[in-house]
Nanobody, 117 residues
Framework: QVQLVESGGGLVQAGGSLRLSCAAS????????MAWFRQAPGKEREFVAR????????YYTDSVKGRFTISRDNAKNTVFLQMNSLKPEDTAVYIC??????????WGQGTQVTVSS
């Protein structure tokens, strides 16, 4: 069982930055691939970024490439999402997740990010 708790969301103007954190329970954090998703009102949940267990490999959806950076600190059981040059269309609840096999099995509750124009 993995518990995930996100923080760092808030209200920011377009062009601004936020840094999200996701703290995970358990002593095997370094064995998990970690990911961020987001869900905007009335829309389906969307993949944002993923990071490998060691942190050496990352992957992003096209709309955030060059603006968002995913990273992790295995000593602190935490994954981060640095978001720069934010746009109103980035407004969503941001949720971290852990896959087991090919399925994302563990999900956090999410943190709200609102970008004003």
């Amino acid at each position: 069982q993995v518990q995930l708790v996100e923080s760092g969301g808030g209200l920011v103007q377009a062009g601004g930055s936020l840094r999200l954190s996701c703290a995970a329970s358990g002593r095997t954090f370094s064995t998990y691939t970690m990911a961020w998703f987001r869900q905007a009102p009335g829309k389906e949940r969307e993949f944002v970024a993923r990071i490998s267990r060691s942190g050496d490999n990352t992957y992003y959806t096209d709309s955030v490439k060059g603006r968002f950076t995913i990273s992790r600190d295995n000593a602190k059981n935490t994954v981060f999402l640095q978001m720069n040059s934010l746009k109103p269309e980035d407004t969503a609840v941001y949720i971290c997740a852990v896959p087991v096999g090919s399925t994302y099995r563990y999900w956090g509750q999410g943190t709200q990010v609102t970008v004003s124009s």
